[in-house]
């Protein structure tokens, strides 16, 4: 029987040592692929769309905000959960971010299972919402 592959998730952070923290915690259950900087992300994730991004809030160049933003205006990459994970706690900040169209807020420092839990549950409404839309698809197919 093959294994089925595990599904990405992308960490967009300019601190090395989140990086590395939120990597080891991950990499048990998901590929992981990692980015310091906006601009790197929005490559490597135009290239090979992961299925759901931790994304950071405050880094150089470009912030989250504007790399949700850009995520969201692109067919593309319009679909994949974002979760802001952040040191930036106020309720502005966090309603800026689900304004933005991220699914999810997680505040630094991390609880490690509460994380993995929250990837697992909008990874599993992504995956429900797909199969929605294929199965409306198939029904005005059929209709």
Known sequence: ????????????DDMAV???????????YYHVKIAKS???AL????QDPPDIILLDIVMPDMDGYELCLKLK?????????????????????????????AVDFIHKPISPPLTLA?????????????????QMQIESITN
Do not use: C, Y
Not at 1 to 12: A, C, D, E, F, S
Not at 20 to 27: E, H
Not at 43 to 46: A, D, E, G, H, P
Not at 118 to 134: D, N, P, V
């Open 18 to 28: 989140n990086l590395s923290l939120i990597a080891s915690i991950l990499s048990d």
């Open 73 to 101: 205006s692109q067919p593309l990459t319009r679909a994949i959960p974002i979760i802001f994970l952040t040191s930036k706690n106020s309720i502005q900040d966090e309603e800026h971010g689900l304004t933005l169209g």
């Open 43 to 46: 490559s490597l994730i135009n």
């Open 1 to 12: 029987m093959m294994k089925k592959p595990l599904q990405t998730v992308m960490i967009v």
């Open 118 to 134: 929250r990837i697992q549950t909008h990874l599993e409404l992504k995956r429900l919402k797909a199969w929605q839309q294929e």
């Open 38 to 40: 906006g601009a790197r």
